[in-house]
């Protein structure tokens, strides 16, 4: 109903979740089913020598043993690419399983099938692997150096790519004129997502239709499905369905495009049997793509003032062993974009060096660039004020893009569309008692004891990946849209169909919200589906804090779609101009004349009735949208951290938050 | 190589032959078909297949099925009576106390367990007793005050 939006309902996902009922990839089972387990590489760099299938092939309930060669000589494209291309990008491919070098610990290089998860791993221990270890490198900026083992002949140094952005010769003016110059370096380490749910696969071929079906964890079925089909499997994309039942969190994770998942697929697709494969979660260390590892060097020039007169920032960002899905853009434009901050510096320059490590690939992960873009910044921030000696906090101020400089053009490409900073400064310092937290820190540092620390952080994101025009621009091989499709039925109760994929956010409570609110209809006569690649339109999946802003834009607009035809109808009917028509709590009437009415259910059914409808409106009630926004969403705010230090063991403890 | 078991399952006695390596999630999951008990690791950090054994909350992938020869086992499906929900399946309802759902089975379990031996646990005693249960949507707030509602009765 109208203000249902915004209230607090409980979630409709919940009871099949609190019960049992939730039915997650592995959890789901197809006649027939057999269960894959690969084999992975213990060597972080090795040159394959052999893989000897022949003792796991005889063992009891196999199916089947593939090695690399395999896959290779069935011809199918057998690789996983990265779908966001940077100028001069090396693009070395990235096999589904490894053929003659391993390059990270966890690189596959066998798949064994059999008749029980059991048995297949019994089986992978027999297949015997000859390896010739190579020496590994697996820190980012050592990899650039004189002498590192070399991951790919086409990608000297192991550079992936050399990204800049901003302007080099402003930041060396705005540095030669500083009263004072700040320099950091600083070491943002490698995360490992884990949800809690391990990735997993289930795919059926029918090779009536020559159509397969794969269920997976997946944040984005439909880049999913495109990604098997051009580069993978062999399979156009209208024979493929991808479909992500209940997902167990993502994080990022299960975004990107992997070997696995298309490996299961490719198993299915040679034996003719549904095959299930399921993550350990020593696996899900080894192969789901990790977060950030960036080494960056970063100075920040000041006049007398302590206002910021230019930033420079030279980073040597971990691509991993092979280019992941998204992973070029995550220390580029999901970083560099960020560098300004929530202030206004007048010259900024960043150059990034993505190289390839004997590690597994890094990704996208909570946050993507923007986090490891805020560290940078607030770092700074804190070695400025104690170097000039102004309180962390009044130094933010002083910088703090002002209230009135909105919309504000950064030095790295983004526009700001709107925010006012210093009031969440405020907010945050009132609610932790900041200044009776400094003299507690000063009473603490004379008296001994343990010592207070307090860390700030005033951080932005850019929110919403979009839109496409830019994203194109940077780089992406893909449009940063959504769709929805609202489908209203005969009675008057809706089916809403989004490209936006959930994996915990609640996607089905929350649209449905959206829809009754605007249409005036009970919550429950709404119902959303998502996740299925043969049910919803072509859709950009759940990630960078876009579903709502994104997805949810796009439901929006179709019902507005939705209200415009059910306006011309009910004019037509009512013998009203449409213009004097007004539609509010399920109900179109006359302006000035409420009593002029025809209620939602009439409206629509006379929709589907067609016995008279006005001259060029179709039957039917049902309205699709590719919501391609203006612009990111740029939320802001700052955090306040309180630890208490033991000077004697340097143990910390968080005290306040 | 099959070894006899007989099992109390959600009240239901489950005759089996096993293998005596065969872990006690896997029985449930694969062969009784109750997928409701997750695995979310290999070392039993998690806590996502957490069910309960003779009344006591149980990681069952440190436990062998052969283990569970005639013990009482509930799990999540077991837990609601006649599609009654359960105190505490209504409180992580009320309280938001899930998001993917994927720890929660085990959660509510490791909960049921806390609660049958100590009806009115502080709030450092629910930490204490969830700690070996992990939530990667971060809802541990919720999840504690959910905890605490069922105590109170579910009010």
């Avoid at chain 1, 990022?252 to 494969?277: F, N």
């Avoid at chain 1, 206002?307 to 999901?334: C, D, E, K, N, W």
């Amino acid at each position: 109903m109208a203000g249902v939006l915004g209230t607090s309902i409980r979630r409709r996902e919940d009871p099949a979740l609190i019960t049992g009922r939730g039915r997650y990839t592995a959890d789901l089972e197809r006649p027939g089913m057999v269960h894959a387990v690969v084999v992975r590489s213990p060597h972080a760099h090795a040159r394959l020598r052999g893989v000897d299938v022949t003792a796991a092939a005889a063992a009891p309930g196999v199916l089947a043993v593939y090695s690399g060669a395999d896959v290779v000589a069935s011809g199918v494209g057998g690789v996983v690419p990265t779908a966001w291309l940077l100028p001069d990008l090396k693009t070395p491919p990235h096999p589904l399983l490894a053929t003659e070098v391993v390059r990270h610990v966890g690189d596959g290089v066998a798949v064994v099938v059999a008749e029980s998860v059991y048995a297949a791993r019994d089986a992978a221990e027999l297949v015997a692997v000859d390896y010739e270890p190579l020496p590994a490198v697996t820190d980012p900026r050592a990899a650039t150096t004189e002498g590192a083992p070399q991951l790919y002949a086409e990608a000297p140094g192991n550079v992936a790519f050399d990204w800049q952005l901003g302007d080099a010769a402003a930041v060396e003016g705005a540095f030669a004129g500083a009263a004072r110059t700040v320099e950091l370096e600083l070491r943002n380490n490698r995360l490992i997502p884990h949800a809690i749910e391990p990735r997993a696969a289930l795919a059926e071929f029918d090779e009536r239709r020559g159509a397969l079906t794969l269920w997976m964890t997946s944040q984005n079925p439909h880049v999913h499905r495109l990604l098997l089909s051009l580069a993978s499997l062999g399979l156009p994309e209208h024979k493929i369905r991808v479909i992500a039942p209940e997902v167990g969190g993502g994080f990022g994770s299960k975004i990107h495009h992997y070997p696995d998942e298309a490996l299961t697929a490719w198993c299915a697709m040679q034996l003719k049997r549904p095959v299930k494969w399921t993550a350990t979660r020593s696996e899900a260390n080894q192969t789901d793509a990790h977060g950030r590892d960036h080494r960056t060097r970063a100075a920040l020039a000041l006049d007398g003032d302590g206002r910021i007169l230019g930033l420079r920032v030279r980073t040597h960002a971990a691509m991993g062993a092979y280019l992941s899905t998204f992973a070029p853009a995550v220390p580029t434009y999901l970083y560099g974009t960020l560098l300004s901050g929530q202030y206004d510096i007048p010259a900024i320059h960043v150059r990034v060096t993505g190289t390839f490590t004997n590690t597994a690939p890094v990704d996208a992960y909570r946050g993507a660039g923007r986090p490891e873009a805020t560290f940078v910044v607030e770092r700074l921030m804190d070695l400025a004020a104690r170097e000039t000696g102004l309180d962390p906090a009044e130094l933010r101020r002083r910088n703090f893009v002002p209230p009135d400089a909105f919309p504000y053009q950064t030095q790295v490409a983004l526009q700001y569309d709107s925010g006012n900073y210093e009031p969440a400064l405020d907010r945050a310092l009132e609610a932790v008692g900041y200044a009776e937290l400094r003299a507690e820190q000063r009473r603490r540092r004379e008296q001994g004891g343990k010592l207070l620390g307090i860390g700030l952080s005033s951080y932005i994101e850019a929110c919403g990946l979009a839109p496409s025009q830019v994203v194109g621009a940077l780089g992406a091989q893909a449009g940063l849209w959504e769709s929805a499709k609202v489908r209203v039925h005969p009675t008057g109760t809706v089916t809403v169909y989004t490209g936006s994929s959930a994996h915990g956010q609640g996607h089905a409570t929350t649209f449905a919200q959206i829809v009754a609110d605007k249409l005036g209809i009970p919550v429950e006569n709404v119902e959303v589906r998502h996740g299925d690649t043969d049910e919803v339109p072509f859709g950009m999946g759940t990630y960078g804090s876009r579903s709502a802003a994104v997805g949810g834009s796009a439901i929006a607009v179709s019902v507005d779609k939705v209200i415009a035809k059910g306006r011309r109808i009910a004019a037509h009917l009512l013998e009203a101009a449409e213009n004097d028509v007004v539609f509010e709590e399920a109900k179109f009437f006359v302006r000035g004349a409420p009593a002029q009415s025809k209620a939602w259910g009439e409206v629509v059914l006379q929709a589907y009735l067609a016995h008279n409808l006005p001259d060029g409106v179709e039957a039917g009630l049902e309205e699709t949208t590719f919501y391609n926004p203006a612009n990111f969403t740029f939320p802001f705010g700052t955090h306040v951290a309180v630890v208490e230090v033991d000077p004697e063991t340097g143990e910390v403890a968080i005290a306040r938050y | 190589m099959g070894f006899p078991i007989s099992v109390e399952v959600n009240g239901v006695e489950r005759r089996a032959e096993v293998e005596p390596r065969q872990l006690l999630v896997h029985w449930l999951r694969d062969a009784l078909g109750l997928t409701g008990t997750k695995v979310g690791c290999d070392t039993s950090l998690c806590g996502a297949c957490t069910v309960l054994v003779d009344g006591r909350a149980v990681k069952s992938c440190t436990q062998l099925a052969v283990q569970a020869d005639g013990s009482r086992v509930t799990t999540i499906e077991g837990l609601a009576d006649d599609g009654e929900l359960q105190v505490l399946q209504r409180a992580f309802w009320e309280e938001h106390a899930l998001q993917c759902g994927y720890c929660t089975p085990g959660m509510i379990l490791a909960a049921a367990g806390l609660l049958a031996q100590e009806p009115d646990p502080e709030e450092t005693a629910i930490r204490q007793a969830l700690k070996g249960n992990l939530c990667r949507c971060t809802g541990y707030h919720n999840i504690v005050k959910a905890v605490r509602r069922a105590a109170a009765g579910g009010e």
